[in-house]
C-alpha cells in the first residue's frame, strides 16, 4: 500500500509560470514533509520542508503548502525556470524523528523556453 | 566540502557475488541510512542507523547487511548477489536534532547479471 502518492508522473510549464507538484499522503502519522529534486545521475537534493503544525512554508521562489484534512499537499515554483527541470520527490516521516522517509514515486518537471 | 560520498559509481557482479557499497560523511552527523531506487519508483529504505554501534531495519533488508563502527562511515553489504538487487543505491544522513533533512550522496549504480 502506497503511503505517498504523486500520482502526475510528468508535468510540463513554460518558462516564467508557476510549477504546482501534488502529493496525497494516507497515513494520518506523519508529521513531517519534505520535497526533494533530482537530476540524473545525482542524489537527491533537499529542496523544502514543512512541519504538520503549519500549512505554508516558504523558501524564495518555493512554497509548500499543507492541507492536513485533505492529506495532501503541494509544491509551487514561481517563476518556473529551465534549471528547474528534474524529478520532484515528495517525502514525508512521522514522530519527529525523520528516521523513515516514505517517498512518492516522483513527478517529472519540464520547463520549456 | 565533500557532503555524503559514495564508492564505487558503477558496478557489475554476477549472480551470488557478494560485495561493499561504501558510504562516508565529513558532516559529522548521527544519522546515516541506505535507500534503492528501482525504476518508476521512489526511495525506499534499506536500513538505518542513530548512531555509532546502533543499526535497524528499514521497508526492503532482505539481503543486506549493515554495520557502523564510526559515525563517519557506514557501508551496505550485499551478502549473495541476486538479479532483484539491481538497482541505484543512495545513502544520506542527517544530524540528530529534530526534523532536519536528510542529505544524499550521488549513488552507486549497481547491475547483477
Known amino acids: 500500500d502506497q503511503q505517498v502518492k504523486q500520482n502526475s508522473p510528468s508535468l510540463s510549464v513554460q518558462e516564467g509560470r508557476i510549477s504546482i507538484l501534488n502529493c496525497d499522503y494516507t497515513n494520518s502519522m506523519f508529521d513531517y514533509f519534505l520535497w526533494y529534486k533530482k537530476y540524473p545521475a545525482e542524489g537527491p537534493t533537499f529542496l523544502i520542508s514543512?512541519?504538520?503544525?503549519?500549512d505554508k512554508n516558504e523558501d524564495g521562489r518555493f512554497t509548500v503548502f499543507l492541507n492536513k484534512s485533505a492529506k495532501h499537499l503541494s509544491l509551487h515554483i514561481v517563476p518556473s525556470q529551465p534549471g528547474d527541470s528534474a524529478v520532484y520527490f515528495c517525502?514525508?516521516?512521522?514522530?519527529?524523528?525523520?528516521?523513515?522517509?516514505?517517498f512518492g514515486k516522483g513527478t517529472l518537471l519540464t520547463v520549456n523556453p | 566540502n565533500a557532503g555524503v560520498t559514495q564508492t564505487p559509481k558503477f558496478q557489475v557482479l554476477k549472480t551470488g557475488q557478494s560485495m561493499t557499497l561504501q558510504c562516508a560523511q565529513d558532516?559529522?552527523?548521527?544519522?546515516m541510512s541506505w535507500y534503492r531506487q528501482d525504476p518508476g519508483m521512489g526511495l525506499r529504505l534499506i536500513h538505518y542507523s542513530v548512531g555509532a554501534g546502533i543499526t535497524d531495519q528499514g521497508e526492503v533488508p532482505n539481503g543486506y547487511n549493515v554495520s557502523r563502527s564510526t559515525t563517519e562511515d557506514f557501508p551496505l553489504r550485499l551478502l549473495s548477489a541476486a538479479p532483484s538487487q539491481t538497482s541505484v543505491y543512495f545513502c544520506a544522513s542527517r544530524p540528530g536534532q529534530w526534523k532536519q533533512p536528510q542529505h544524499f550522496g550521488d549513488g552507486t549504480r549497481l547491475s547483477i547479471l
Open positions: 558532516m559529522n552527523h548521527e544519522y
Open positions: 514543512i512541519s504538520s503544525i503549519k
Open positions: 517525502a514525508a516521516s512521522s514522530g519527529g524523528s525523520n528516521y523513515k522517509l516514505t
